[in-house]
Structures are given as structure tokens and as C-alpha cells.
């Protein structure tokens, strides 16, 4: 930015807010009142990042007045194909109306103007008056505007920086000679978006190098003899529709727009009213950016102030404001020696329930020891137990709290149990159930939100803890250790972790009793913690030569495969470089550029588009299977050995139980849940996970189709029943009754369409999705699923039926009552409420069989533990279980887990379990 021109910055409202609540759209943000915040936590997102880096000296926000525009009396069917505005973003405006009046940042509207012209009138008006103005938008309409005093700043997102768009990059995106003859490209290519049809048969790509050889459309016309066949036709008979066109793309930079320009000059911000709507939306962090300040003049500037550069920060105290450990009476022991660590276990042994939190020196418990642990059974009083770092020592000053943490006659509360758990673990402690884990429970009741300690306890409590970075600085190389902060320190910070976790259990206890969801959570959540414990304590063994030679072969085929590539686009050029990859098959191959390009006008070549263009062209196949196995290589070949535990000789997943939305496990350091089982290269990640030594056995149970078993079971589809009664191959069967053939004469080509559309109908899926995934046309596709619906219309009712109750009750819930709330089920917009609907169909399913497992996992486990066995559950996999089995117990431990999993739930139609076993995991599977 020009450090001697004032520069203006004029914000698009409604193209940042739209892009910031899709931009959230798969994960959106839901405040604890079940308010969608995605698209004003976005907006202010890119304003506060506008403000502190950019540091404008004048400011602006325009957003499109509701109704009618001249656009409209010019062409009736402007913008008439749009779909309604989702709700979420219409609540989301009068938010953002009150940031930005609290910010005192002017909002602009003109009646019958979109966003578009008042802001190209006021860049117009702000040129040669000493102004670099920025336009702030992703929209490429604006760059017909930009010269050398009108730029485009295009915001970050996924991952990418902001981009500043000047007349060079303009004619580089467009091909065109100037910015202006933007409008002319826009007007051949036509805007489905906002029904804007151009020139039927010319795309972007054409539209671009048209404009690029004859600059603008009277040209093009003048010229009209050196175009031939259909194209020439085209514009020959759409010459009027092209000229409608031009005129409804072209921005009108003549807007009577009341505003002098120095009006827009920025201006002292009303913190208080700030704080009070961030609050109320939970935007804690946005907040701390603001730092809690307001301004007062300083003798010397202060650097890097969000507001200017004439501005000190003051701190303001709100009536909104949280309590701290300092507005709160508390009292937090330490108990520092032998006979104060006595009293204090003779203490925890009388109590039903008490709240331990532990203190580490990392947040990787094979990497860590323990610095401390914390209690608390009584709100407003904690004790700290601090331990040396010499483990022998450390383990002698806990014995006397082990009676303690065995007696399963005492609620252990916690935040995050299972980390406290495995952390006692190694140091000799058994941490017995009952447990009340605060974070598992607020999943359970709310799964969409944040579960962490913070926020909780602002939501609950109203209440801000002490932040660790207090105690050992911020997140990098530079932060330091738990471990080097005086033990009078870390009680205050222990203490209050405990003291607030056990506060907080008695709030989410009342909740899920409200909720109906108490039975569950102490049967299954809470028992399942205590499994999860022991797998992650046993670990599984890698065969690290084993994965060094699979390492070997796929470095073998990686550079066979990238010879073949560059042999066929006929030149050298980096395969694993994104953008050199996009020029070979868009430049020189001359694949379906179209499909490649971005709106920017960028070539992408994700996996996403490669999988659409796989069969474009035999280049693609390859670069996708090359860009697997670097995957594989990097996620699992390179990285597997690495984070082998020395002190076990073993990988050590965690298993995370309050994350995804359905209920079911994931899987994180490393993430086992991604390797591929159904290529080579996976198989071979697989062989390397082994047992102990020749006297065990790698034993595999897998639940034979659970969610189509589910489909049948809640839909109650009799056909499907009766395939599943009988013990038919599920997937013949469909295709019987889908292809209208009796079952023997069906061939593996039916088979394969039936088995995609039983599994994508589950997940919603369209004539198109099918079409793609099978690769036949779409009219085959529909067809199919016209066909599956009906010969299944028990699977149609329940589809419905499950849509009609999410929009009546605003969620769906599995057969134990796990919810997942939707609050786009309404929306008139068809995107957004198509994907809830998709979800009120698809969680229920997906919900159960996730309970369903976890219930098996808890049965089994207890099996294991009365008879004495000293087989080991080592892995789950989404709908399998596997385990290290010594070999004289196979025969027992095989039937055990079989009749714990298939009768781990009653349903309509019997549960199936596959079952393997092997000296590794693939010979098991």
C-alpha cells in the first residue's frame, strides 16, 4: 500500500457475507443460543484482518438495497433463477449492521443500485483525489473498474492469500488489452448466477480469447465473417441478447451518491457497544484481537494499533465482562509432602465424587511426565499435588492416592478423562470407573459446538480461566514447560481447571437428564472411555522393516509412474508442483480447461476435478494415483516409524470420543482410520501392523453391511427385510428388483450399480452423483434410482418421513436418542437445506451404527476382563474391531466377540460379523 496517498477501502456486504457462510458451510458455527454465526464471524473476520493490516485511512461497507433495481426494469429475468437467501444469512445482516455502527464504519445503500455501482461510483469519485482505492471483493465483475487507482483486494480463503488485483493482473486473468474490455468477455460468457445469458456455445475460455483478438463486441460484429458454423450462428442470432448483456455487466459509476469521500474517513470505534454484540455472538477470539482496548492520545505513536496510528491502548471494564479467578473467592491448597499428600487421600476417599485434572510437562502423553495433579469436590477449593520430574520419586509420593483413583465406589470427574487416565497409567495408577467426563457430555448434548474447558465454562459459568499462555507463553518454539513454572503458580491455574470441571459437571448433569440422555452416557459413553483407555494403552505393533520394504516398492512404482506421466504430456515438468500440473493439462493437453479453472480465473487440479476429467484423458489416472502414493508415503511409510513409543515398542493412537457430529470415533497421531484397503499400496500399509510374536494371533471382526442392515431395520422396508432374513446377498438382490431379473442371472456389471446405489442412497445421492461415481450417463443413472424407490418405497417413506421430522423438531436422532441438531432443514435456499436434508436422512444411520459398535466394544471389553483373557483390543475402524489374540485362546475369544457384537443391539434384522485372523492385519481383514 502507498504510504503517501489516503487510501479508501469500499467493502462488498453481501459477496463477503455469502463467501464466509459457505466458506463454514460443511462445519458451521453455532453459538450456544443454536445461532448460526458463520457468516458474521467471516465478515467481521475479514474487516478486523482489513483494519489491522492494511490500516486504511478511509472505510466503507455497501451493501445492496432491497428490492428492484434499474437492472430489473431493464431485463425482467435479472437475477430471477436466484435461489432465496438462507436464513442463517438474513439473521446474520442486522449483526453485522451493529458491528459495524459500533465500529463507526459507515454503511452504504442506494435505492435501486446494487453494491456494485455505488462503490464503482465512489472509486470514481476518489480518483485523482490523492486516493489509492481498494474495492474489497471476490466478485470478477469489478474488474472492469480497476486502473492504476482502483485495485481489487480479494480476501484470503482456504488457504490462499489475499490477492490484489491492478490493471496487469486483470489482462493477465482476462487476455484482455484493458481492464474495460472486462465488461465485454463478461457479456459473450454470460452469468448463470445472476441470469445473464450471453452468447450461447461461448464459455469463459472463448469469451477471453475473443475479446482478447477483437477487444470488444462491436468489433467482434464488425468482424463477423472470420468466425464459421455454429459459433458464427450463434452470434449472428444472439446479437441483441449479447447487447442486453453488456448493459446489465457494466457497472454505473455515475450513482447520485450523497457522500463526500472525507466523510469516510475513519473514526474512534464505541468499544463497548463492540464488546457487547461480539459477546453476544461468543466471538471471544475476535474480541482478544481487539485486545479489551480502547484509544486515548499517547506522547508517541503506538505500533500496530488496530485503530490507527495515533492510538494507545486503555483498557475498558464492561458489564458483560467474565469473571476471572481474581472477581471469584477461591481457595487453592498445596500439598507439597508426604503427610499433606496422606491427608489429602484420606480427604478424596470419603467423598461420592471428586474432579482430578492432570499437569504435563506435553500434550502427547508418550512424550510427557507428569508435573502435578489437581482435586476438587467442592466449588471454590482445588489442591495441587506438584511432582518432581524423576518418575521413581514421583510414583512414591502418589501411592497413597492410588486406593483413591481404584475405588469404583467414587465418580471421577474430568475434563478430557482419558488423557488424565492413560497419564496415570504409566505411572502405575488405575483410574477406575464411574467417570464423568465434561466434554464427552457436552458432545452428547450439543455436537455440534466446542466442547474445550473454555468455552464451556464462559457458556456455563460465565467465567474466563486463566489461559496457559499465561503461565508459559505463547504457542511455537518459544513456549516454554508446565514444568518450569513455580509450583505456587501452577496450583492457581491446576486448581482452577479442577475447581471449574467439577462446577461445570453439575450443570451438564442437569442437562443430560433434560435431555433424556443420562442412560446412555453412564452405559455406554462412560464405560467406553474406560475401553478406550486400555486400547490406547496396549497400542498395536508395526513391523517397521516390513513397512521399509513397502516403502521400498512404492518408491519404485511412484518413479515408474512419474516417467510414464511426463512420456505422455510429451515434456519435463514437476508433477508435484499444482500450478505446472494445470498448464500440462489444461495448456498443452488442452483437457476440458473449463472444469480446471477457478472463478479467479486460476487453473486448479484437486482431486476433486481430477476425478471428474479421470476419464478424459489416460494422463489423469496416473497423476491421481501418483499424487495416493506420495500420500501414502508421506502420511504412513515416512511417518509410522517415527511415532513408535521407544518405552513400548508400539504405535499409540488416540482415539477422539467428542468430535465427529454422528458419534463415531476418529482417530488422530497418527489418523488410522484413512488407509486405503481397497488398492495394493494400501494393503501393503496394512501388512506391516502385526502381532507381538509367533504365539499371537491378528484377529479381525467386521459388521457385515450395519448401515444398509439399519436402512432396512428403521425404514422397515419389507423387501429389504426379507433380503436380509434370508441371508441373500443384499446387493443381488437390489439389482434384481432394480433390473427386473431373477436373482441367479444377475451379473457382477448389476451387482456393482445396485451395491453403489444402495450405499449412495444412504448418503443422498443424485442421478448426477451416481452417474459420475458409475460413469454412465445420467439418464442410466436416474433410471437406477427411479428404479431403486421403486421397488424399495419402504426406503422412499423413510427418507421422508425422516426430512418431515427434522423440519418439525429441528434435528434427528438414532435409535438411543443421540441427536444431531439441523438447523438448515427450513432454509429456502435449496443448497443449504439440501444438505440438511441429506444429513436428517444419513444420522440416524450413521449415529447408530456408531453406537452400535461402541456398545459391542464396552461388552466385549467386560468379557475379556471377567474371564481373564490376555487378549488385547488394539484397533477400530469405523465398523471393526481388531485384536492381538494369544493363540490358545482364539477358539474362546472368537466367540466371544462374535455373540458380543451381533447381539450388541436387538434389530429387525440379524447383525452380521465377518471375521479374519492372520499374523498381520491384512492376512486378518
Same mark, same amino acid.
Given at each position: ?267 474512534? @470505534?464505541?468499544?463497548? +457497544?463492540?464488546? &457487547? ?46 469473571? &476471572? ?201 462412560? @464405560? ?187 425404514? +422397515? ?24 431379473? @431373477? ?70 436422532? &438414532? ?111
Amino acid at each position: 500500500m502507498s504510504d503517501t496517498k489516503k487510501t479508501l477501502f469500499l467493502l462488498d456486504a453481501y459477496a463477503l457475507i455469502f463467501r464466509a457462510y459457505y466458506a463454514f458451510i460443511r462445519a458451521p458455527r453455532i453459538n450456544s443460543k443454536g445461532l448460526n454465526t458463520s457468516a458474521a464471524f467471516g465478515f467481521t473476520n475479514t474487516l478486523l484482518d482489513i483494519l489491522k493490516n492494511q490500516n486504511p485511512t478511509h472505510l466503507a461497507v455497501v451493501i445492496d438495497y432491497p428490492g428492484p433495481t434499474f437492472r430489473n426494469e431493464m431485463y425482467s429475468e435479472y437475477k430471477a433463477n436466484r435461489e432465496a437467501t438462507p436464513e442463517d444469512i438474513k439473521s446474520a445482516v442486522p449483526y453485522i449492521k451493529r458491528i459495524l455502527e459500533a465500529l463507526n464504519i459507515p454503511l452504504l445503500e442506494i435505492q435501486g443500485f446494487e453494491a456494485d455501482d455505488v462503490i464503482g461510483t465512489l472509486a470514481k469519485k476518489a480518483t485523482g483525489n490523492g486516493f489509492d482505492t481498494y474495492m474489497v471483493t471476490p466478485d470478477k465483475d469489478f474488474a472492469q473498474l480497476v486502473n492504476e487507482d482502483i485495485k481489487m483486494y480479494k480476501p484470503k480463503s482456504r488457504g490462499n492469500e489475499v490477492e490484489l488485483w491492478g490493471p496487469d493482473e486483470v489482462r493477465e486473468k482476462f487476455g484482455v488489452p484493458e481492464p474495460i474490455n472486462v465488461i465485454d468477455v463478461l457479456a459473450l460468457w454470460g452469468d448463470a448466477a445472476d441470469n445473464i445469458p450471453g452468447c450461447p456455445g461461448i464459455g469463459e475460455k472463448r469469451s477471453k480469447d475473443i475479446i482478447g483478438k477483437y477487444h470488444t463486441i462491436d468489433n467482434v460484429y464488425q468482424n463477423l465473417d472470420d468466425f464459421s458454423g455454429k459459433q458464427k450462428e450463434n452470434l449472428a442470432n444472439n446479437r441483441e441478447q449479447v447487447e442486453m448483456a453488456r448493459k446489465l455487466v457494466t457497472i454505473n459509476t455515475e450513482v447520485h451518491v450523497d457522500v463526500e469521500i472525507e466523510s469516510l474517513k475513519r473514526s474512534e @470505534p464505541d468499544l463497548e +457497544k463492540l464488546r &457487547t454484540i461480539l459477546d453476544e455472538l461468543e466471538f471471544r477470539t475476535l474480541w482478544e484481537r481487539l485486545s479489551g482496548e480502547t484509544k486515548a492520545k499517547p506522547t508517541q505513536p503506538a505500533q500496530g494499533s488496530l485503530f490507527g496510528d495515533d492510538e494507545i491502548p486503555v483498557k475498558v471494564s464492561t458489564a458483560e465482562s467474565l469473571k &476471572t479467578i481474581d472477581d471469584v473467592t477461591h481457595q487453592y491448597f498445596l500439598a507439597d509432602n508426604e503427610m499433606a499428600i496422606q491427608s489429602l487421600a484420606m480427604e478424596l476417599s470419603m467423598q461420592q465424587e471428586f474432579c482430578f485434572d492432570t499437569e504435563t510437562s506435553a500434550l502427547n502423553v508418550w512424550e510427557s511426565n507428569l508435573v502435578g495433579i489437581a482435586f476438587s469436590w467442592k466449588a471454590g477449593e482445588a489442591y495441587y499435588v506438584p511432582l518432581p520430574v524423576e518418575t521413581e520419586k514421583a510414583e512414591k509420593l502418589l501411592e497413597p492416592l492410588k486406593p483413591v483413583f481404584s475405588d469404583s465406589n467414587i465418580l471421577k470427574i474430568g475434563q478430557n478423562l482419558k488423557f488424565d487416565a492413560l497419564m496415570l497409567r504409566r505411572y502405575g495408577i488405575h483410574v477406575s470407573a464411574p467417570f464423568f467426563d465434561t466434554m464427552v457430555a457436552h458432545h452428547l448434548i450439543q455436537p455440534g459446538l466446542r466442547h474445550n474447558m473454555d468455552y464451556l465454562a464462559e457458556i456455563y459459568l460465565k467465567y474466563k480461566p486463566v489461559s496457559i499462555e499465561e503461565l508459559i507463553g505463547e504457542k511455537g518454539k518459544k513456549q516454554g514447560s508446565m514444568r518450569d513454572v513455580p509450583p505456587e503458580k501452577v496450583k492457581e491455574y491446576a486448581g482452577e481447571d479442577a475447581d471449574i470441571t467439577f462446577q461445570l459437571k453439575q450443570k451438564l448433569e442437569k442437562e443430560l437428564k433434560d435431555e433424556k440422555l443420562t442412560s446412555f452416557f453412564t452405559d455406554v459413553e462412560m @464405560p467406553l472411555l474406560n475401553v478406550l483407555v486400555q486400547m490406547e494403552y496396549n497400542g498395536v505393533r508395526i513391523d517397521v522393516d516390513e513397512l521399509g520394504k513397502s516403502g521400498k516398492e512404492l518408491e519404485k512404482r511412484l518413479e515408474t509412474l512419474e516417467s510414464e506421466i511426463m512420456q505422455i504430456a510429451g515434456k519435463s515438468f514437476n508433477v508435484n508442483s499444482p500450478r505446472q500440473v494445470g498448464e500440462v493439462l489444461f495448456d498443452t493437453l488442452k483437457i476440458d480447461a473449463k472444469a480446471g479453472r477457478t472463478k479467479s480465473g486460476q487453473y486448479t487440479t484437486n482431486e476433486e476435478v481430477l476425478q471428474k476429467l479421470k476419464d478424459k484423458h489416460p494422463i489423469i489416472p496416473k497423476i491421481l494415483e501418483q499424487r495416493g502414493l506420495k500420500k501414502l508415503l508421506s502420511t504412513y511409510v515416512d511417518a509410522l516409524p517415527k511415532l513408535v513409543v521407544k518405552e513400548t515398542g508400539r504405535l499409540h493412537t488416540s482415539y477422539n470420543q467428542a468430535l465427529v457430529v454422528t458419534g463415531r470415533l476418529s482417530s488422530s497421531n497418527p489418523n488410522l482410520q484413512n488407509i486405503p484397503i481397497r488398492d495394493d499400496e494400501g494393503r501393503e500399509i496394512r501388512k506391516a501392523f502385526t502381532v507381538v510374536d509367533e504365539y499371537h494371533v491378528f484377529l479381525s471382526a467386521d459388521y457385515s453391511q450395519v448401515e444398509l442392515r439399519l436402512m432396512a431395520h428403521l425404514s +422397515k422396508d419389507e423387501h429389504m427385510l426379507e433380503a436380509f432374513n434370508r441371508g441373500d446377498d443384499i446387493h443381488a438382490a437390489t439389482a434384481a428388483r432394480i433390473f427386473n431379473v @431373477p436373482q441367479e442371472e444377475v451379473n457382477s456389471d448389476m451387482r456393482r450399480k445396485a451395491k453403489t446405489a444402495n450405499f449412495g442412497i444412504i448418503y443422498g445421492i443424485s442421478a448426477f452423483g451416481l452417474s459420475e461415481r458409475l460413469n454412465i450417463p445420467r439418464g442410466e443413472a436416474k433410471s437406477i434410482i427411479d428404479g431403486y424407490f421403486e421397488n424399495f418405497d419402504g426406503v422412499k417413506a423413510y427418507m421422508e418421513e425422516s426430512i418431515r421430522l427434522a423440519r418439525d423438531k429441528g434435528y434427528v436422532e &438414532t435409535i438411543f436418542g443421540r441427536k444431531r441438531y439441523l438447523p438448515d432443514i427450513n432454509s429456502r435456499n435449496a443448497v443449504v437445506r439440501g444438505m440438511a436434508e441429506r444429513n436428517a436422512i444419513n444420522a440416524p444411520i450413521q449415529g447408530t451404527a456408531a453406537d452400535i459398535i461402541k456398545m459391542a466394544m464396552v461388552k466385549i471389553q467386560n468379557e475379556l476382563n471377567k474371564g481373564g483373557y490376555k487378549t488385547k483390543m488394539i484397533l477400530q475402524v469405523h465398523d471393526e474391531l481388531n485384536f492381538e489374540v494369544p493363540k490358545e485362546e482364539l477358539e474362546e475369544v472368537r466367540q466371544l466377540v462374535r455373540s458380543s457384537m451381533e447381539s450388541a443391539c436387538k434389530l429387525s434384522v440379524p447383525l452380521v460379523v465377518d471375521m479374519g485372523e492372520g499374523k498381520n492385519w491384512l492376512e486378518a481383514h
